[in-house]
């Protein structure tokens, strides 16, 4: 009896070992399996579950991937679509939300194997939120033959501007696009080259001035070419010239025998020579609210029925509303351009050499302005006189 209950004795003895031998094997096994569930193959870190991002923001959705793995790529899906792909680690995928409409959608990256297997990680579910930004407007082609409007940024004489020498233009208007686009912008640069300058000689004999068109700067950097003629079949298509007596273009004033002046702030219109694709056009000015404010432009300086002595300097000042609104301002004296500047309206010179033999006696000046927004304003006229 006694021996029996040894026996039992000691087989509860040993179970009870085992018991306690097996518990931590079994609670390490637990742990094993706990910590490969915390460590999936591929996840999505950024952004978080559950997070609210504003519509139009770039998102950079951020990616780990275990380690050892031979990879070809990981890729990320916004409710099934594609957004992106990369084989360089860090894994970051930019994401526009731009081109998708306020919501809650599901990411889902997937990391794709060198055998051909694809695993996918857990869905991250975002909500965007608000109104996203106006998309970029699409690209365009600029038409030939489209009229621009251009204004000379210097004063050039026949025989003081240099053959080779390049010239500068000045874009009046905006060229707007069949979507309300602006391919080529109010204030753009336009270059010509001096084909030809030769003083006035002897015997009356005039000056001659030659210079080409080449091209305008478009909304993306963009070199659209430029021609004088609106027919491309024009005698000279890509040139104006002036010598003598002929006149090719309506810009230029001739005087027999004497050089050939352009002054300062003339306006002319050219033509685009072929067509070109604007890729980047900016948007239409004509979107702004600010664009309902009215434009005045008032002369200030001289005032109405005021005297100016012929030995005083001859200065003119215009107001502009808005006042901080970039714009040219040309000024008219007896209908004839005098002066041309930008920005600053106070106090400007007439630098032009006509203004220098304006007889005394009664004179009418008016400016127009060119606002950035496109609109020209013309001011009311003001009558004075020049006294000896």
């Known amino acids: 009896m006694k021996k029996n209950i040894r026996m039992i004795s000691g087989i509860m003895i040993f179970s009870l070992i085992l018991l306690f031998v097996q518990i931590p094997k079994m609670g ?79 990411l889902i990256a997937n990391v794709h194997l060198d055998d051909g297997r694809t695993i996918p990680s857990s869905p991250v579910e975002i909500t965007l939120e608000g109104t996203p930004e106006p998309l970029a407007p699409a690209g365009a082609v600029v038409k030939e033959g489209t009229p621009i409007i251009l204004v000379t940024e210097q004063e050039m004489v026949s025989g003081k501007v240099k053959k080779g020498s390049v010239i500068h233009f000045r874009v009046d208007k905006d060229i707007i696009g069949p979507d309300g686009q602006i391919l080529i912008p109010y204030d753009s640069t336009a270059y010509g080259k001096v084909l030809a300058s030769r003083s006035h000689g002897m015997f009356g ?67 685009i020579n072929h067509d070109t694709m604007i890729a980047k056009p900016t948007k239409s000015r004509l979107a702004s609210a600010d664009l309902n404010i009215p434009r005045s432009a008032t002369v200030t300086k001289p005032t109405e029925g005021s005297k100016v002595k012929k030995s ?61 927004s496109g609109h020209i304003v013309k001011s009311e006229t003001v009558k004075f006189s020049i006294e000896e």
């Open 312 to 372: 005083d300097k001859y200065v003119f000042s215009c107001s502009i509303s808005p006042e901080d609104d970039k714009a040219y301002i040309r000024i008219y004296l007896d209908g004839d351009l005098v002066a041309w500047q930008k920005g600053n309206f106070s106090d400007i010179g007439w630098k032009n050499a006509k203004t220098k033999k304006v007889k005394p006696g009664k004179h009418e000046i008016f400016a127009e302005v060119t606002f950035s």
């Open 205 to 271: 004999r005039p000056g001659k001035l030659d210079f080409a068109l080449e091209s305008v700067n478009a909304a993306d950097g963009t070199s659209v070419p430029l021609r004088a003629f609106r027919d491309s079949t024009g005698r000279d298509a890509g040139g104006l010239v002036i010598v003598g007596g002929l006149l090719i273009s309506p810009l230029f004033v001739l005087f027999c025998g004497r050089n050939v002046e352009i002054p300062k702030g003339t306006s002319f219109t050219a033509y």
């Open 28 to 106: 390490m096994a637990g742990a094993k399996k706990k910590s490969k569930a915390k460590n999936p193959v591929i996840q999505i870190i950024a952004p978080i579950n559950g997070c609210c991002i504003t519509l139009g923001e770039e998102l950079e959705i951020m990616i780990i991937v275990r380690k050892g793995l031979k990879l070809k790529s990981v890729s990320v899906l916004c409710n099934e679509r594609g957004i992106g792909m990369t084989d360089k680690s860090p894994y970051v995928i930019k994401w526009d939300t731009s081109k998708f409409k306020a919501g809650t959608f599901s």
